[in-house]
């Protein structure tokens, strides 16, 4: 049976979404004349400041195009539905970014982005815009501890872009700006259990299949294959299992401080979210470790899919200075 969605031409979804976004945001951001998925900050780029653009595919609102703005991303570069933005969009977002500092190019760790950013990297060189990269990799169960730079980025882009975001508000240079967001990536673990599917637009269909009981711990945001399908458990439970991956990584110990985000995958509710933030701040209390702050809600969605992800930012003075910076996008605010 075909799943239900509200939507009209599933091929004209991304302009239509995008539409609708920027209507509801028009003091935050804007779509560059000509490049209908470059979206620019409309008071972020300035001279002398380090652009920071960021992108990936649709489905995963607010993520990406919703932490563009003052004080975090300069533009974001829009895909289809959990595919890559091709070069062409990521070129004008460097062109509408770059004040002369240089431009950061921060996105997930996934083929098609790495590929279609890297031509993009080089297309803006021939505008004499200098680019370097630096690829999220939080999620804990995509690869070994040894394999880091194979891992995928996930819900952990939340807090790596805040805290780039800032140092480029900041006025950082372009050196100091690319080293804290690779600080803030090898501080930055996520670990997601998902429950149920998600549909994507064109095909009405389920991306993939779990049992009515079963859930799996590790899934990636589009559905890739996690570490573990097991029987689905108390909330406690599987906080618990999640917490006890994280916690082999962070380098935290009593009296440290941890950023959380506890994160729905789509249509898990916040009743259920706040169920399981109460399990991690008593984890985190068990081991003395203080949450210097929390965020609960959609931050990083697969559509429609049931499921929730953790994430831990192992916190020291200057990576709490920048994650308290304030911003002011259009579907985030702080400070």
Known sequence: MPTKKLINDPKNIIEEMLEGVVRAHPGHIRQVPGSPRSVVAVNGPRQGKVGLVIGGGSGHEPTFLGFVGKGLADACAVGNVFASPPPDPIVECAKAASRGAGVLFMYGNYAGDVMNFDMAAEMAAMDDIEVRTVLTTDDVASAPLDQKSKRRGVAGNFFIFKIVGAACDKMWSFDECERVARKANDHTFTMGVALSPCSLPHTLKHN????????????????????AREPLRSADAVTDEIMDRIFTELPTR???KVAVLVNSLGSTPLM??????RRVHQRLAEKGIVVHATWVGNYCTSLEMAGASITLL?????LTELLDHPCDCAMFRAG
């Open 254 to 256: 009593e009296g440290g």
């Open 272 to 277: 259920e979210l706040y169920v399981m933030n």
């Open 314 to 318: 192992a916190l020291d003075e200057e």
């Open 208 to 227: 993939f299949e779990i049992g009515e009981n079963e859930m799996e711990i590790g899934m990636g945001i589009h559905g890739e294959p996690g570490v």
